[in-house]
């Protein structure tokens, strides 16, 4: 099954402020999917880059990253910025790392995004700034939503290296 490519992705923002325990929900379970996956996975499996793509471990700290730059938009929204920073990224050399160091920083970044999200005023909810590669107003509602659906599109990249590698090893 050919999966839809994450920039070929449409979005609709305007969430209701009442959808955001969902959202945290589904970003907190991130990390308990995370651990599943790695768990009992060899460093070398989880190191390896299939087709130029990142490995498991890079997703994982890819979606760090992404938590990083959440939680500075999470800020600019609330200050009132009218456009959001762009996601710039500066990549590490995952792969090296051992997993549970990568796991780990995952966990930290999204810890302080999921306190953050929680102290949120009703108020603070309605926010919204415009999105700088999307063009859209984006609450933090809706900031959430999307940095969830991004989390399922790494975890099923993540779905497809174990597949092939796992499966490759027992041919």
Known sequence: MEKLLWFKRQFTFGKPTGMLPFYIERLEGTIARIE?????????????????????????????????????????????????????????????????????????????????????????LERSSLHPRLNLLMTPVDLAWFDAEHDDHHLVSMNEILQFLQHRSYA
């Open 36 to 124: 599943r996956k790695v768990k009992g996975v060899s460093e070398e499996i989880l190191s390896t880059r299939l087709n130029n793509k990142w490995s498991i471990k890079e997703n994982i700290g890819h979606l760090a990253e992404v938590d990083e730059v959440a939680l500075k938009r999470i800020d600019e929204i609330i200050s009132g910025a009218s456009i959001l920073s762009p996601a710039v990224f500066e990549p590490k050399a995952y792969f090296e790392w051992p997993i549970h160091e990568v796991v780990n920083y995952f966990k930290e970044a999204r810890n302080k995004n999921l306190q953050r999200y929680g102290s949120l005023t009703s108020d603070e």
